[in-house]
């Protein structure tokens, strides 16, 4: 099983409408998440960050945490063409402040 | 956000050269920094972590006589890929952590990355 899993997609959703992201992790202990955004040919850049279980929103972004069922995801409001990116889920591994990341999901937002 | 940046952004070099990749952070201080690379569609795959005033730490699977990695100062950790070949040809993309950020920032965990190094080895 991989630590970190999202879904490769590609996930495509009409402009305006809402994309959701998941992420499922493995290690019970992990304490931070994070989502990052990468466009083709670029580096990631952060999105989101969430330690907490519950919602935290940021504009158009909402991060959901559920530690009891390890599952961590991203939900992306009025969703533009400039949203269309690969998402990647990381998440702390305790070990020297490590990321473990997951393969990411291809967004496609058409116009 | 800090800033992090590399050089070169991008390099072709012939087989069997080696080629230095530095990675700075701009404004703070980074005692990790960690070296991944890219291969198109897929995820980063982390190669090192770069602590300054030791050796790297390397993950399983890389070469550390292939990989040089320096972390000299608390803003500057070079890569070096030594008697590169073809299959060497990839993204390399650097990161650093802010321990003076705490939670303005990310918190815990938190890397900005550099722009990464394209390396195209003929």
């Known amino acids: 099983q991989k630590e970190v899993e999202q879904n490769s997609g590609p996930l495509s959703v009409p402009e305006g409408a809402i994309a959701s992201l998941n992420c499922t992790y493995s290690?019970?202990?992990?304490?931070?998440f994070f989502w990052y955004r990468q466009y083709s040919g670029k580096s990631p850049e952060l999105i989101m960050f969430?330690?907490?279980?519950g919602d935290k929103e940021d504009g158009r972004f909402t991060a959901q945490l559920n530690k009891a069922s390890q599952y961590v995801s991203l939900l992306i409001r009025d969703s533009q063409p400039s949203d269309s990116a690969t998402y990647l889920c990381?998440?702390?591994?305790?070990?020297?402040?490590?990321?473990?990341f997951g393969q990411g999901t291809e967004l496609s937002v058409k116009p | 956000g800090a800033v992090v940046s590399q050089h070169p952004s991008r390099v072709i070099c012939k087989s069997g050269t080696s080629v230095k990749i530095e990675c700075r952070s701009l404004?703070?201080?980074?005692?990790?920094m960690f070296w991944y690379r890219q291969f198109p569609k897929k995820s980063l795959m982390l190669m090192a972590t770069?602590?300054?005033?030791?050796?790297?730490?390397?993950e399983q699977g890389v070469e550390k006589d292939k990989f040089l990695i320096n972390h000299a100062s608390l803003t500057l950790s070079t890569l070096t890929v030594t008697s590169a070949h073809p299959e060497d040809s990839s993204f390399y993309i650097c990161?650093?952590?802010?321990?003076?950020?705490?939670?303005?920032?990310?918190?815990?965990?938190?890397?900005?990355f550099g722009p990464g190094t394209r390396l195209t080895v003929l």
């Open positions: 990161s650093a952590r802010d321990l003076g950020g705490g939670m303005k920032a990310g918190g815990r965990d938190e890397q900005f």
């Open positions: 290690d019970r202990g992990s304490q931070s």
């Open positions: 969430i330690y907490s279980n």
């Open positions: 990381a998440v702390g591994s305790n070990q020297g402040g490590k990321l473990i």
């Open positions: 404004d703070f201080q980074a005692t990790t």
């Open positions: 770069s602590n300054e005033g030791s050796k790297a730490t390397y």
